[in-house]
């Protein structure tokens, strides 16, 4: 699944505020000014899609091929 095909507003936002880099669950909730329950949920979702990667553990960047 392409980024491009994200349509959630949530999940959009949380992947413009994740990086290249691993970046903690709890900056991405912050930068993306939503709770870290629905920060959690998006970055599952994303995961699942293969859009974001987690590692290490609680941390998550852009899918390679997904760096804006």
């Known amino acids: ?3 491009d095909a ?3 507003p949530i999940q959009i936002e949380v992947l413009r505020v994740t990086a290249p880099g691993p970046r903690h669950l709890d900056e991405i909730a912050l930068r993306a000014h939503i709770t ?3 920060a959690t949920a998006a970055l599952l979702t ?3 899609q293969a859009v974001v990667v ?3 553990p ?3 960047r852009r899918a ?3 760096n804006l």
């Open 6 to 8: 994200v349509e959630d």
């Open 58 to 60: 609680g941390f998550f």
């Open 36 to 38: 870290v329950h629905a």
């Open 46 to 48: 994303l995961a699942l």
């Open 64 to 66: 390679d091929r997904h």
């Open 1 to 3: 699944l392409m980024a």
């Open 54 to 56: 987690e590692g290490p």
